[in-house]
C-alpha cells in the first residue's frame, strides 16, 4: 500500500532585525544550527511572510517496514526588505528497520542566501559588498525506541558553504554530530534533550594573505518540551545555547580568539482546528553575546501560522 500526503502552511512574523531572522529560525538541531550572521550597526524590522509545502510519499517495498520520502520547499519573503528573500528546500528518505528502529536521509540546499554588506579583504581595499552564502548540508540520523517512554536518535551531519566570490575565503566544510533523548514524562508532557557538536574549516586558513579565516569549533545545546493543555491545545517550549569558537591562528585576522555566545528562547501555542488544520502563535528571542563587542546582537520575532494536511 502506498499513501500520498502534501501539509501545506504559512506563517506571517513580525521580526526587529532582518539580519539575524534566517540564522534564528535556523537555530534548532533539526535545522541549521551554524548558519552564519552578518552584524550590522543599523538593524531593521520587517514583516516577513513564511509559506511551505511538504510532499510525503508512504510505503513498504521491502520486508524491513515503511518508507517515508519527503520533498519541502519553504520561502522566507520580507516585505520592506526584499533582498533578503530566499528559499529553502529539503528532500529526505526515511527507512524503518524494524519496529523500533529507523534511519533518515536528508539533503538541504538554501541557495545565495543574502547575509548583509561586509568588507571584503581579497583586493586588499577593503571595500564594502554584499555577502551572500550557498549551503549544501547532508544529515543521517538513526533512531531507535529504547522503551515505551524513551526515544534516543543519533545525528550525524556534513555541509559545505559556498560564498560569493569576493568573500570566497570562507568557503567552509564542516561536519558535526551528537544524540538526541525524547522522553514522556506524563501522558501529556514530552521532554527532549539535545547537543551537536561541529567543526567547521574555511579555505582562509590556508590563505594567509587575506587574514579572515572563520574557522570554528561549535558546542549546540537545546531543551525542550511539549505539553498538551487541552485536547485540541498544546504548548510547546524551548532553549537553545550554542558556543562558537572561531579557531583563527593568523595574526592580524579579526576571527582570532573570537568566540560568540548565543541564547535563545521560544514558545509556540498550537491549536488544532480539525484532524487536518493546526493554528499556531509564537514568539522567539535570541541574544548573542561576544568577547567582541561589534559580534553582539538582539533578535525578537513574532509569528502567526497556519497548516492545513491533505
Given amino acids: 500500500m502506498a499513501e500520498w500526503t502534501a501539509t501545506a502552511g504559512t506563517k506571517v512574523l513580525y521580526t526587529d532585525n532582518v539580519f539575524e531572522l534566517s540564522s534564528s529560525r535556523r537555530l534548532a538541531m533539526a535545522e541549521d544550527p551554524s548558519q552564519p550572521v552578518v ?33 519541502k520547499a519553504a520561502g522566507f ?33 538554501v541557495p545565495n542566501l543574502f547575509l548583509g554588506p561586509n568588507t571584503e579583504r581579497r583586493t586588499g581595499l577593503r571595500l564594502p559588498e554584499e555577502e551572500r552564502v550557498t549551503s549544501h548540508v547532508w544529515r543521517v540520523q538513526l533512531e531507535r525506541r529504547l522503551s515505551d517512554t524513551l526515544v534516543g536518535t543519533l545525528v550525524g551531519r556534513y555541509g559545505l558553504r559556498r560564498f560569493n566570490d569576493v568573500f570566497a575565503e570562507r568557503d567552509t566544510a564542516f561536519w558535526s554530530a551528537g544524540p538526541q533523548v525524547e522522553w514522556l514524562v506524563l501522558p501529556r508532557v514530552t521532554l527532549s534533550l ?4 561541529e567543526q567547521g574549516l574555511a579555505d582562509g586558513r590556508e590563505q594567509t594573505q587575506f587574514r579572515d579565516d572563520v574557522s570554528y569549533r561549535q558546542h549546540f545545546t537545546s531543551i525542550g518540551a511539549t505539553v498538551q493543555i487541552s485536547e485540541p491545545l498544546s504548548l510547546v517550549v524551548g532553549y537553545a545555547y550554542r558556543r562558537k569558537e572561531f579557531t583563527s591562528e593568523i595574526v592580524g585576522d579579526s576571527n582570532r580568539g573570537a568566540v560568540d555566545t548565543t541564547h535563545q528562547g521560544s514558545a509556540e501555542f498550537q491549536y488544532r482546528l480539525s484532524d487536518a488544520a493546526i493554528m499556531t502563535l509564537g514568539v522567539q528571542r535570541s541574544q548573542r553575546v561576544s568577547n567582541m563587542a561589534s559580534r553582539e546582537y538582539f533578535n525578537t520575532n513574532i509569528s502567526l501560522g497556519v497548516q492545513y494536511r491533505f
Fill in 194 to 197: 539535545a547537543y551537536l557538536f
Fill in 39 to 71: 552584524v550590522p550597526v543599523d538593524k531593521a524590522s520587517d514583516v516577513v511572510w513564511e509559506p511551505s509545502i511538504d510532499l510525503r510519499h508512504r510505503s513498504r517495498p521491502t520486508n524491513l517496514g515503511d518508507t517515508e520520502v519527503s520533498v
Fill in 77 to 109: 519573503l520580507f516585505t520592506d526588505h526584499p533582498i533578503f528573500n530566499h528559499g529553502n528546500y529539503r528532500i529526505q528518505l526515511k527507512q524503518a528497520l524494524d519496529a523500533d528502529t529507523s534511519i533518515l536521509i536528508r539533503y538541504r540546499f
